[in-house]
């Protein structure tokens, strides 16, 4: 079993930033592939972004692609989601996942644990 928790989300304003932190507990020896998802109120979840175990590779949704960059620090367990030109539109829940897989995942449906959110709420 693995247990997420996220932080870092609250209230920013148009054009701010924020970074979101996700700590990984448990069973962390084993490789996973990191998302970022965010849903929305209303709407379905959304893929932002992923990263592998080792780091070395990233992928992106193109609504985020250049604005959110992921990384990860392994001997902290944790991987971030540093969010920068934050509009309106990006007012969500995020959530972070895990996924046993070696390769970058889009698909939520490949993810086996899941963190309960951050709720990022951006005001124009």
């Known amino acids: 079993q693995v247990q997420l928790v996220e932080s870092g989300g609250g209230s920013v304003r148009d054009g701010d930033s924020l970074r979101l932190s996700c700590v990984a507990s448990?069973?962390?020896?084993?490789?996973?592939?990191m998302g970022w998802f965010r849903q929305a109120p209303g709407k379905e979840r959304e893929f932002l972004g992923a990263?592998?175990?080792?780091?070395?590779?990233?992928d992106y949704a193109d609504t985020v692609k250049g604005r959110f960059t992921i990384s990860r620090d392994s001997a902290k367990n944790t991987v971030y989601l540093q969010m920068n030109s934050l509009k309106p539109e990006d007012t969500a829940v995020y959530s972070c996942?895990?996924?046993?897989?070696?390769?970058?995942?889009?698909?939520?449906?490949?993810?086996?644990?899941w963190g309960k959110g951050t709720l990022v709420t951006v005001s124009s």
């Open positions: 996942a895990a996924a046993y897989s070696t390769a970058l995942q889009q698909d939520s449906r490949k993810y086996q644990y």
């Open positions: 448990g069973r962390t020896v084993i490789p996973y592939s």
């Open positions: 990263i592998t175990w080792s780091g070395d590779s990233t």
